[in-house]
């Protein structure tokens, strides 16, 4: 059974050839510490919890795709200005703010397909080649999943297979690489900015017989937090992970002081997503 969450990410780190490359030596200001921190995690052995933990959340977590979907149902308009800027990719210089952003990067990449905006996936998708090849991730099926991907650029149902399809390769390469610290990044980016864009494109939108799926995925995303949290505290002596971890906790105190336990409301919402959107925001800063 494939996994789930980092498909998209992952496959797009083999769709494409080639991406231009800049450098920056300004760190990330939210997460990143030291440039090297999170390689070294990488590197030695990883304890059988915190694989287990790994497992459990690539097993349980829906990829952006899964809540997106709701997106057309209610339906929403698309909205360019949510996504990460392509012409921030230079400024992530850490290995910490560049595992983030290939999360962040793939999750829009994501929502341009399931609003079928063709025409400006293809610089999403060299942004994450580009950290994807800085990350060292080896890319196990690039001839092929690129003819593949210029075979179906315009369908997006074939798109969606084509990215479940690749990912079972690379996800054994990154565990056989034991490389858990940066993958777990690069989940946790995916997954706020796939409730990030899910709430700005949102917006106001009241909740409705149409949109009450919609509220519901949101409600949902406690859980697939409280899984991230509990993976992300397995790198706690790392300062990338333990800023990383107390900014998600502000995102969980407000899924926490929810009026009721169970579901969650307009005005909830608003406030939900300016905790996200600060959190972020800082994530994707230069």
């Known amino acids: 059974m494939l996994k789930k969450f980092i498909v998209p990410i992952c496959f797009i780190a083999a769709v494409l050839s080639s991406c231009g490359s800049g450098k920056n030596d300004q760190q990330n200001t939210a997460t990143d510490a030291t440039s090297t921190s999170s390689t070294k995690k990488d590197t030695g052995k990883i304890d059988g919890l915190t694989q287990f933990k790994y497992d459990k959340l690539i097993g349980n977590i829906p990829i952006p795709f899964d809540i997106l ?25 850490s290995n910490s703010s560049k595992s983030l952003n290939l999360g962040i990067y793939g999750a829009d990449l994501a929502y341009n397909i399931t609003y079928e905006k063709f025409d400006d996936m293809g610089n999403y998708l060299k942004c994450a080649k580009k950290l994807a090849d800085d990350l060292g991730i080896p890319l196990a099926f690039d001839q092929r999943a690129l003819a593949t991907y210029n075979k179906f650029g315009t369908n997006k149902d074939s798109l969606e297979k084509v990215v479940f399809a690749s990912y079972s390769e690379v996800d054994k390469t990154l565990k056989s690489n034991e490389r858990i610290g940066l993958a777990s990044l690069v989940v946790s980016g995916s997954w706020v900015e796939g409730l990030y864009t899910t709430l700005k494109t949102l917006g106001s939108t009241p909740k409705t017989e ?24 397995q790198f706690k002596d790392d300062a990338a992970f333990t800023s990383l971890m107390q900014e998600f906790n502000g995102i969980k105190s407000v899924y926490d002081g929810l009026s009721v336990k169970t579901e969650i409301n307009e005005a909830e919402v608003t406030t939900l997503t300016q905790k996200v959107e600060e959190v972020r925001n800082k994530i994707v800063a230069r």
């Open 69 to 93: 979907r709701f997106h057309l149902e209610v339906p929403l308009t698309y909205n360019a200005s949510v996504l990460n800027p392509t012409s921030n990719l230079p400024f992530y210089s």
């Open 210 to 233: 149409k949109s009450k799926v919609l509220y519901a995925k949101i409600w949902e995303q406690k859980n697939h937090l409280d899984m991230i949290l509990n993976l992300l505290g």
